[in-house]
């Protein structure tokens, strides 16, 4: 069992930046990609961005240019930087972790952190 615990939500103006993070528990079974989704309330769940255990990114075309992705192996942490808000950033931001097991993958999810881009 792997748990997520995210930080770094908030309520920030447009053209702000925040930081968001996401620590997983050591696991005996390797973290593959790591990555960030959104949920705005009444819209489905959608890829902000990922990045696999090598460190290839992969971005939603709307946060391209303003967010970037990264990872700390060795903590097994994940974050992003989000600058140059935008009111349609707003939404719940959920980590999600691939795990390799001996056979096949699992997936694990944070409980999710409000991001909030109003004046």
């Known amino acids: 069992q792997v748990q997520l615990v995210e930080s770094g939500g908030g309520l920030v103006q447009p053209g702000g930046s925040l930081r968001l993070s996401c620590a997983a528990s050591?696991?005996?079974?390797?973290?593959?990609?790591m990555g960030w989704y959104r949920q705005a309330p009444g819209k489905q769940r959608e890829l902000v961005a990922d990045?696999?255990?090598?460190?290839?990114?992969n971005y939603a075309d709307s946060v391209k240019g303003r967010f970037t992705i990264s990872r700390d192996n060795a903590k097994n942490t994940v974050y992003l930087q989000m600058n140059s808000l935008k009111p349609e950033d707003t939404a719940v931001y959920y980590c999600?972790?691939?795990?390799?097991?001996?056979?096949?993958?699992?997936?694990?999810w944070g409980q999710g952190t409000q991001v909030t881009v109003s004046s």
């Open positions: 999600r972790v691939v795990v390799s097991l001996t056979v096949g993958v699992k997936l694990y």
């Open positions: 050591e696991s005996r079974f390797s973290i593959n990609v």
């Open positions: 990045i696999s255990s090598g460190g290839s990114t």
